[in-house]
Nanobody, 119 residues
Framework: VQLQASGGGLVQSGGSLTLSCAVSGRIRRVHDMGWYYQTPGPERELVASITNGDVVEYGNSAKGRFTISRDSAKNTISLQMNGLRPEDTAVYYC??????????????WGRGTQVTVSS
C-alpha cells in the first residue's frame, strides 16, 4: 500500500491551501480516509475524515474553514483549507484504512506534509 500526499507549503494568514492524498497498491477496498495534524508533541489530532459512504467528520479547528472531499474512483481525498491561521502550522498526515487480501482493515499513514502559516 502506497500513500502519496501533496500540497503543503507556506502561506500567509488568511490564505488557502489544498492537500491531496492518493492511495494505491494491492487494495481490495478503501475504507475511511482522513487528515491529521501534529504540532511538536506526541499526539496527532483529527483535521477531517471521510468514509467510503461520504460521511464526514471535522476536528474542532477545521469546522467552518476546511472542506474534505473524496474521489472514490481514484482513491484520493482532498482537503481544501481556507482562512488559514498561524495556529494551523503543523505537519499534516494522511491516514487511510484499507482492506487487502491479507487483512480486512489496516491503517496506513502517509508521510507528513508541512503547512506553515505566517502572520
Amino acid at each position: 500500500v502506497q500513500l502519496q500526499a501533496s500540497g503543503g507549503g507556506l502561506v500567509q494568514s488568511g490564505g488557502s491551501l489544498t492537500l491531496s492524498c492518493a492511495v494505491s497498491g494491492r487494495i481490495r477496498r478503501v475504507h475511511d480516509m482522513g487528515w491529521y495534524y501534529q504540532t511538536p508533541g506526541p499526539e496527532r489530532e483529527l483535521v477531517a475524515s471521510i468514509t467510503n459512504g461520504d460521511v464526514v467528520e471535522y476536528g474542532n479547528s477545521a469546522k467552518g474553514r476546511f472542506t474534505i472531499s473524496r474521489d472514490s474512483a481514484k482513491n484520493t481525498i482532498s482537503l481544501q483549507m481556507n482562512g488559514l491561521r498561524p495556529e494551523d502550522t503543523a505537519v499534516y498526515y494522511c491516514l487511510v484504512h484499507v482492506e487487502t487480501v491479507f487483512v480486512d482493515n489496516a491503517a496506513h499513514w502517509g508521510r507528513g506534509t508541512q503547512v506553515t502559516v505566517s502572520s
